[in-house]
């Protein structure tokens, strides 16, 4: 008890010499790596965008991972900055640190050796600590069906993960490989390659087919994976509930947690996830903090988020998820939810990142939450994906994206005076009732499927929520509270190990709890918010974990009131 453990993926090297200036070169054998020479071994999967030239290897000087060159020549000479246009926020950033960028690794590899070239400039690596990662994993069962293992207390560390897609394989640096119940909880998981924690997709449901055949769109292939993984046992009784609780996760280039099909019915709690995706040497569209694909009745609560490319994408299926009490702040974006039906519930959140989120879904409830950025919706046409039974992994019906059939309740949104899409104005255009929205489509007079491609803005549930300097309103809210000139001044504050939120409001603003009763059922899914076990929602804890009693404030924190309000928020206290 109270020992420090700590499992890498990486081996030590000693044997370095000089070559040229500060370049420094030791060569190991192959058979340090088995079959699986991360040093040979390149980005490579459906999805990757950008960095296909790079490779699973690592080299970390003291403890920090070192940056891959294009050549000896660029050891040679570093760069001391280069910019390439972020994916979520279409602005040029600085891909390397300027303190960093000097710190360089270059590997050749032949039939029985692999060599590595570094420029540690300063440091001597016959004084220092230099390793390489050499393992995929930490802590991964080569076979599927391993249930109920708990890993608690450990550091696990530098494993070379390969790109993990929805429709491959997902091995993380830990995770339970297609199996039930596992408690991963009070672990510092750093510096995977590409995934930290895997909750996610076992291969013989497809792998990377895309990439290998080119013959049908990924799209294709991920449907296929999810019938697939019906015929081999995904239902809750074979895979999923895991927990995944206190862990500190963080300097990983693609996600903390990633899980396709295997994270259902799970738990993922009171984890501090920062830095994913920062490195920036490689780039694809399944990178964040979480990544879930049929993220069916996953819980989401309390985590601390910031300092990722997206914080958490919810992909897919995302049906009674629920995302909760989390802090997000200093992401590209905080949130975005795609080609899901829903129910999906988001509430008692702070978003204080500069964008909230991307709409790509429908179905959702948004309710208690403190909203600082911009949103952007869109309808999504050409990808019909599945809905369920309610709480099964049973395929109830397909179907696309069009807009609407969104709940806003209780929340305070936070815009900016130059314009910006931060409120619920852009629902504007959309009916406000179930009803007007069917009689808008049997006014058409176009029958069965005509109506409905016509009308296409589902019905909006927008009501009792805050807009503040800027941020706009949908136009048929009946109560709320607008004051577009006044600035909350809102800031998140790190001090002494703990975050406060600061913000001034203008005035008290009173809401009722909200619970499955006001929430209206989906149109599609035609399914209640409900909580994971069938019973009804009553959303009476805040952020902090206060229980509430009748009417309190907006916004995730029941304590908020007029004036300045200052509130630690993370840790919560007990």
Known sequence: DGEKVVIKGSEQITDWEKTEGTVWKATVPNSLFGDYNPFDLKIFGDWVVRGFDKHLGDVYLNGVSLYEASGYEELLNPVTRETVTDD????????????????????????????????????????????????????????????????????????????????????????????????????????????????????TTGHNYYSHRGDKPGYTYQLESVLSARHIGWDKERVGSHIIRNNTIYDCGQNAVVGHLGCVFSEISDN??????????????????????????????????????????????????????????????????????????????????????????QGGAYVNN???????????????????????????????????????????????????DTGTAQYNGCSSSLEEYIGLVKATGLGDLGGFLKVMDQPVYINNNVYLNGALAYGREQNNLLDEGFDPRVSIQEEDGAVYLSIDLPED??????????????????????????????????????????????GPVAALAKGHNRVRIWPVAE
């Open 88 to 203: 979520w926020t279409e602005t040029e950033i600085a891909v390397l640190h300027p303190e960093q960028t000097k710190y360089l690794w270059f590997a050749e590899v032949s039939e029985d050796s692999t060599t590595i070239l570094a420029n540690f400039h300063e440091y001597d690596p016959l004084a220092e600590l230099v390793e390489i990662n050499v393992r995929r994993s930490c802590f991964f069962p080569d076979v599927t069906g391993i249930n109920y293992i708990t890993v608690s207390g450990f550091e696990m560390a530098q494993a070379a993960t390969p790109w993990a897609p929805p429709t491959a394989e997902q091995p993380g640096l830990i995770g339970p490989n297609w199996s039930k119940g596992w408690i991963i909880e009070n672990n510092v998981i750093h510096d995977a390659k590409c995934s930290a924690v895997s909750i996610g997709k076992e291969i």
């Open 272 to 361: 501090h996830i920062y830095n994913i995706a920062q490195k920036r040497e490689f780039y694809g569209h399944e990178i964040a903090g979480i990544k879930l694909h049929a993220a069916i009745d996953v819980q989401i609560r309390g985590n601390r988020i910031y300092n990722c490319s997206l914080g958490t994408w919810l992909d897919w299926q995302a049906q009674g998820s629920r995302v909760s009490g989390n802090i997000f702040y200093n992401n590209s974006r905080d949130i975005f939810v795609e080609v899901s039906h829903g129910p999906f519930l988001l509430d008692h959140n702070l978003f204080a990142s500069d964008r909230f989120m991307t709409n790509a879904a």
């Open 370 to 420: 403190l909203i600082c950025g911009s949103m952007q919706y869109y309808r999504v046409l050409d990808r019909a994906t599945p809905y369920q039974t309610p709480h099964s992994t049973e395929v109830k019906g397909y179907a696309v994206v069009y807009s609407g059939d969104d709940r806003y309740f209780n929340n305070i949104f936070v815009g900016k005076p130059s314009g910006s």
């Open 509 to 554: 603003y009173q809401c009722d709890i909200v619970t499955t009763a006001g929430l209206p059922r989906v149109r599609l899914a035609d399914a209640d918010f409900e909580n994971p076990d069938g019973s009804e929602l009553t959303l009476d804890r805040d952020l902090t974990g206060r229980k509430k009693n009748g009417k309190t404030a907006a």
